[in-house]
């Protein structure tokens, strides 16, 4: 089938197994130069018109554009999609329902694994999710997102943990390397629209091997609309490969849940990790660790989180709405547990973010009057 290319549309078109461990799709937007874009692993992958539909939608669905592919897209996937749609669009209310045109609908590829997989960051949920769920059999690990393709290093470092988790817990490794992170450059936010459906899509070119893969994911009432939760993931689900969220516990639990696990030492939070350290201790995410781990009483810790936190240190910074959300979670759930030694947690939260709202009205109030004077000088530029 040709596919015309129009003004209100995004095409996918040149959809191929370059070798059997790596695929490619070509990807147009209006008045924008062509992005190919490419997944490689170091397993079998199967070039599909499911995994590039995944990474397009919600682009689409932003700039309300439709999506012509050319290709056959999965009958399941096909039938949910105008669900996987609406799903979307509860939490992001100014996208757009978007057609996507395809060349029909297939139940056709034989090809489809019999394992269950779990992708694997290094992080929190990634370390409770492969420990506690006794079906996972594989490891993703994938560089291309929270990695970007030229930090080599960091890359190695991650691998080092996943290698050592997976022959620690019996697991096998499977690597994916990837560059389709650019589709999101520019258009969505990677962790608020975009993270999950690129999880997605990666799985769905996976299913040689896998028919069931697991994305782990967070207690957080806040991040319930975000671009992954259990909802969206399960509606990205084939015929081949079924997509699940795992693992809802708030991050307290999850930690008094793998406490005795001896690689935990290895767990990498941080948002600034490089080669040199697995967590620099400091950074909000290793803080925020920091107090959950004293929370859960963990005996073991993560290299460079071992100090315990002094909650005051809450009190002098200034915390963002996001940010006391999430470290708010943190507080009821130590509080639930009962861990003493916090009955001043909830306070020195409070005065954290009131200093960040006092913060902001005295920036604006400055940069309020000067817009005032210029607005006043320009009418009287005008007058005259
Ligand atoms: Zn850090």
Redesign the pocket.
């Known amino acids: 089938m040709n596919i015309e290319v129009t003004n209100d549309s995004i095409k996918i078109s040149e959809i191929s197994q370059v070798a059997e461990n790596r695929i490619e799709a070509l990807f147009e937007f209006p008045n924008q130069e062509p992005q190919r874009i490419f997944i490689e692993s170091s397993k079998q992958l199967q070039s599909n018109a499911d995994t590039w539909l995944l990474l397009a939608l919600p682009i689409g669905m932003k700039l309300g554009l439709s999506i012509v592919i050319d290709g056959e897209i999965d009958s399941l996937l096909s039938d949910n999609l105008k669900n996987l749609e609406r799903e979307y669009l509860r939490g992001n209310r100014h996208f757009k329902m978007i057609e996507v045109l395809t060349t029909g609908t297939s139940t056709n590829s034989k090809i489809a694994g019999k394992q269950t997989a779990s992708f694997f960051s290094g992080g929190l949920d990634s370390f409770y999710t492969a420990s506690t769920e006794p079906t996972v059999q594989s490891l993703i690990c994938v560089w291309g997102f929270d990695i970007p393709l030229q930090n080599i290093a960091s890359w190695n470092q991650l691998n080092e943990v996943a290698v050592n988790f997976a022959q620690r817990h019996g697991h096998e490794l499977t690597t994916i390397k990837t560059n389709l992170k650019t589709l999101s450059h520019g258009r969505l936010l990677w962790g608020r629209h975009y993270f999950g459906w690129a999880l997605s899509g990666v799985a769905q070119s996976l299913r040689p091997n896998f028919d069931v893969v697991l994305i782990p994911g967070d207690g957080e009432a806040y991040f319930a609309d975000w671009g992954s939760n259990g909802n969206l993931n399960a509606l990205c689900s084939t015929s081949k490969v079924t997509l699940r969220e795992h693992g809802t516990a708030s991050r307290v639990s999850k930690i008094v849940a793998i406490d005795q696990l001896d690689s935990l030492r290895e767990m990498r939070v941080?948002?600034?990790?490089g080669f040199k350290f697995l967590?620099?201790?400091?950074?909000k995410?290793?803080r925020r660790t920091r107090l959950e781990l004293d929370g859960s009483q963990s005996s073991t810790r993560p290299s460079g989180l071992e100090e315990r936190i002094d909650t005051r240190i809450f009190a002098r910074e200034r915390i963002s709405k996001t940010e006391y959300s999430i470290l708010k979670e943190d507080q009821l759930e130590i509080a639930r547990i009962g861990t003493p030694g916090f009955s001043s947690l909830a306070r020195h939260l409070r005065q954290g973010r009131a200093r960040y709202v006092i913060f902001q009205i005295i920036n604006f109030i400055p940069e309020k009057i000067s817009h005032l004077r210029q607005s006043a000088k320009q009418g009287f530029r005008q007058k005259n």
Request: with cysteine; aromatic share 0%.
């Open positions: 941080c948002l600034k990790a967590n620099c201790g400091e950074c995410k290793c």
